[in-house]
């Protein structure tokens, strides 16, 4: 059963930084990307950034310069790094992994399946 567990959330002044990390677990062949994501009270979850297995990333506008994001494809694990922390950052922050591609289902599912983390919850408040 894949897992992805999210960790270093938190409370951060404006202005601060954070760092977010992901690691995904279970039997895991490879991932093609693995990305983060946001949502905010009363609005739709929206994409942070994303980076591939090959290492090309995309990032949202409202973060760019302020953000970046790592991958360990060994350890299956991917960062976040979040500068400049402005409070319209605040939100949870739920890790996706697309293509996720496991040794029980290599076979049934080539192209691997996408999961989802439970989120951490990110407040940038003074």
């Known amino acids: 059963q894949v897992q992805l567990v999210e960790s270093g959330g938190g409370l951060v002044q404006p202005g601060g930084s954070l760092r977010l990390s992901c690691a995904a677990s279970?039997?895991?062949?490879?991932?093609?990307?693995m990305g983060w994501y946001r949502q905010a009270p009363g609005k739709e979850r929206d994409l942070v950034a994303a980076?591939?297995?090959?290492?090309?990333?995309t990032y949202a506008d409202s973060v760019k310069g302020r953000c970046t994001i790592s991958r360990d494809n060994a350890k299956n694990t991917v960062y976040l790094q979040l500068n400049s922390l402005k409070p319209e950052d605040t939100a949870v922050y739920y890790c996706?992994?697309?293509?996720?591609?496991?040794?029980?289902?290599?076979?049934?599912?080539?192209?691997?399946?996408?999961?989802w983390g439970k989120g951490t919850l990110v407040t940038v408040s003074s």
């Open positions: 996706n992994g697309e293509g996720v591609i496991t040794a029980h289902t290599i076979h049934s599912h080539p192209n691997g399946m996408d999961y």
């Open positions: 279970g039997s895991i062949v490879g991932i093609y990307a």
């Open positions: 980076i591939t297995s090959g290492g090309s990333t």
